[in-house]
């Protein structure tokens, strides 16, 4: 009996620790406080992945970068004014396999512009500060061919640094991360 105990507690802490990938079908997700998007107008930023296709209003993305430029210090600044810069000067932008792809920008400091690149370092921003606009469904998801505007956020355990807001859609698609994140 204490061997199955403790096989018991095992399995239940492996099940909890669970790393999930965006794009994995999360099947233990309890839905609770369903959301739902808007239809994207305007000039638009696409984000691309294997399973689905994000989109978000330009215009919200670059206020969303911009919201608290003034409160951060000078160091950062420079790097949100390049994104920024970065997206007003460019038309059509659409980022490829974003969270897939990304070992290169993740391992790559922000202050390293140069290596980064413009576009990398954008890249790096929108990971985090796109949530704004997603908590308040200002996006669209589109998924084979068809838009799913419902949603949800849940807690998850990840192998992209710990642990954070995971939002997926009603069938348990993670689709992304959001903060706070936790650095297991």
Not at 90 to 113: G, L, P
Not at 124 to 131: F, H, P, Q, R
Not at 151 to 170: N, Q
């Amino acid at each position: 009996m204490k061997k199955i105990t403790l096989l018991l507690i095992f399995l239940c802490n492996a099940a909890l620790a669970q790393e999930i990938f965006i794009g994995d079908i999360n099947p233990h997700t309890n839905k609770s406080d369903l959301k739902i998007s808007q239809r994207i107008a305007g000039e638009q930023v696409r984000i691309v992945e294997d399973k689905y296709e994000l989109l978000v209003n330009k215009k919200l993305l670059i206020q969303a970068i911009s919201a608290d430029l003034d409160s951060i210090d000078a160091d950062y600044q420079k790097i949100f004014k390049t994104a920024i810069r970065y997206l007003q000067k460019n038309k059509d932008i659409v980022f490829h396999r974003i969270w897939t792809d990304s070992e290169f920008i993740d391992n790559t400091s922000f202050f390293d512009i140069e290596s980064l690149g413009e576009r990398n370092l954008t890249i790096k921003l929108i990971k985090e500060l796109i949530c704004p606009l997603l908590e308040r469904g200002q996006f669209e998801l589109i998924e084979n061919g068809v838009t799913n505007k419902v949603y949800y956020f849940h807690w998850v355990k990840s192998d992209y640094g710990g642990s954070g807001k995971g939002a997926f859609t009603d069938k348990n698609m993670l689709f992304w991360i959001c903060p706070p994140f936790v650095i297991d």
